[in-house]
């Protein structure tokens, strides 16, 4: 199965920035839909960004659009959510997910959660 890492999770003022790094190893990572979730404490787990295998297509929440962008870089086994202008209602664990077979962003968004492989999740703080 499929191994995530996520990274670049930190603290942030309001209106700050971060990229979020999510490395994949022990699979084929370059023909699977990738995307990014998130949950806050006491909350369910949000989707908030989905990228398709290639990178062509992408999908964001009404949340994240405008403000957070997502990409990957095949060749080097990761994706990446870029994230501006945050806020602090985007203080959140932050996860990696991965289609086992899916290509596109669907793949995850439509996916049942526990069909997705995930990383251990990393912390965004976003203070006021």
């Known amino acids: 199965q499929v191994h995530l890492v996520e990274s670049g999770g930190g603290l942030v003022q309001s209106g700050g920035s971060l990229r979020l790094s999510c490395t994949a190893s022990?699979?084929?990572?370059?023909?699977?839909?990738m995307g990014w979730f998130r949950q806050a404490p006491g909350k369910e787990r949000e989707f908030v960004a989905a990228i398709n295998w290639s990178g062509y297509n992408s999908y964001y929440s009404d949340s994240a659009r405008g403000r957070f962008t997502v990409s990957r870089d095949n060749t080097k086994n990761t994706a990446y959510l870029q994230m501006n202008s945050l806020k602090p209602e985007d203080t959140a664990t932050y996860y990696c997910a991965s289609s086992p077979d899916g290509t596109t962003f669907a793949s995850i968004v439509q996916a049942p959660h526990n069909n997705l492989n995930w990383g251990q999740g990393t912390q965004v703080t976003v203070s006021s």
């Open positions: 022990g699979r084929s990572f370059s023909n699977v839909a």
